[in-house]
């Protein structure tokens, strides 16, 4: 469901290898001169990327930049210094022991993934302010209430949590290579509940196209009964889903259950994957189903017994054909992920991040912004207010010149200045 900015799946096995041969020879010395005497030296370390041997004191460690993180050139060499005491360096900010990878970095590799990530956060805050907005219009216009709408609303609020929490996991834990490295609790707890609401997206997509599909099909269905059961659907099945991923991989013991869990795991992965092409197929058949009645219905005689579907199902329906295909296209394009180094690299990176940070501004257009019942919600109030200006305007530029007529033609009072 993410991707893998820097490993694969068989690079966090190699990792896992290389990490327990690493400590396994912890109590062997390399150094020569430091077997014989008393010198300090550093002792050999994993830093969850390369196996620093025993360095001597004063003495900086170089080994060849890692093959496997994205970004980095392998030409170059990484260093660890080791201090005149015997002591790796330590980061005067974390106070951790820290190598140093900086002079790894291919800046021009760099600056297209800063790119990319720029793409993926503008379109996620431009989503987020549009579903704002289409929460505050859809909530402020109490005309408009009916099942259909608190589908909608639900959909938005879905929409706005997810794009909120790939803002929160773009600046609070990929622009900070500590936190990914600690893999701590709450940058896991993040990534649960970021996919949580992922899926809450495709759950309520199904919601969409199910509820179009049976009050289309079925005439005779009791709205708020379906209403009840798709909010049950839409929030609590991903729920399930969720734990059952979260539990499978907590306790899978797999290599890639490390870096705040970004990796995709291949043992668990199919647990999230597998809901949402369910639902991406329901969404279709719904679909052709739909497609099928309406046609139907347009072909039924005009007139007042006439059984054509209404203007507003037609404008969902038209809505939600064109949403559901749109919300499924970086998973479409999954199978043809190019290999890193392919020509065509970039250019796939660049639509999956603006597919998946622009859904959310899709969805507020298609279901709000171009709902004709919004349309008229808003222009009626706009008359409203306008006519309103304009009377008070009309109002007092005809009491202004009365009360001055008045002034001027009335009896002058001494003491007060005349007009």
């Known amino acids: 469901m993410t991707s893998s900015p820097t490993t694969t799946d068989s690079t966090l096995g190699m990792l896992a290898e290389r990490k327990r ?12 001169e430091t077997r014989d005497s008393t010198a300090p030296f550093c002792r050999r370390t994993w830093d969850d990327w390369l196996c620093w041997p025993d360095t001597a004191a004063g003495v900086s460690a170089y080994l060849p930049c890692p093959d496997f993180v994205f970004g980095f050139d392998t030409t170059k060499y990484a260093h660890k210094d080791c201090d005149e005491n015997g002591n790796w360096f330590r ?12 002079s790894c970095i291919d800046f021009n590799d760099f600056e297209w993934r800063t790119t990319v990530r720029t793409i993926a956060e503008t379109g ?21 209430k009916c099942a259909r709408i608190t589908l909608h609303m639900n959909l938005f609020a879905s929409f706005a949590i997810n794009n909120t929490l790939w803002l929160l996991w773009y600046r609070l834990v990929l622009a ?21 609401f992922l899926l809450t997206n495709y759950a309520w997509m199904l919601c969409e196209g199910f509820y179009l599909h049976t009050v289309l099909v079925w005439a005779f269905v009791s709205e708020k009964k379906l209403v009840r059961w798709l909010v049950v659907l839409g929030w609590a099945t991903p729920g399930i889903v969720i734990i059952l991923y979260a539990v499978l991989r907590a306790h899978a013991g797999d ?20 809901p949402v092409c369910i639902s991406m197929l329901l969404n279709l058949v719904f679909l052709c189903n739909i497609v099928r009645v309406v046609l139907l219905k347009l072909k039924a005689p005009a007139g007042p017994q006439g059984t054509g579907p209404s203007r507003t199902v037609l404008q969902a329906f038209r809505a939600t054909l064109l949403l559901v295909p749109l919300l499924g296209l970086q998973y479409m394009l999954t199978p043809f992920q190019p290999d890193p180094g392919h020509p065509y690299e970039r250019t796939y990176e660049i639509i999956s991040a603006f597919t998946s940070s622009f859904q959310g501004l899709f969805v507020a257009v298609l279901f709000c912004f171009c ?17 309103r200006t304009r009377t008070n305007s ?12 008045f002034v001027r033609c009335g009896p002058h009072v001494p003491g007060e200045e005349k007009v």
């Open 255 to 274: 290599p890639d259950d490390t870096l705040c869990w970004m990796y995709e795991s291949a043992n668990v992965q199919s647990v999230l994957i597998g």
């Open 91 to 102: 980061h005067p900010e974390t106070n951790k022991t820290w190598s140093n990878y900086t």
């Open 394 to 405: 009309y109002t007092a530029t005809q009491v202004s010149p009365v009360r001055l007529q």
């Open 124 to 144: 996620y805050s431009i989503s987020l302010i549009a579903l704002i907005l289409s929460l505050g219009l859809l909530s402020y216009f109490r005309s408009l």
């Open 176 to 196: 900070d290579p500590e936190v990914v490295k600690g893999n701590g609790a709450p940058c896991i707890a993040l990534h649960i509940v970021l996919h949580y």
């Open 371 to 387: 709902n004709g019942e919004v349309i008229a919600q808003v222009k009626r109030k706009w008359r409203n207010v306008f006519l």
């Open 21 to 32: 041969e690493c400590l396994g020879q912890l109590n062997e010395t390399i150094i020569e």
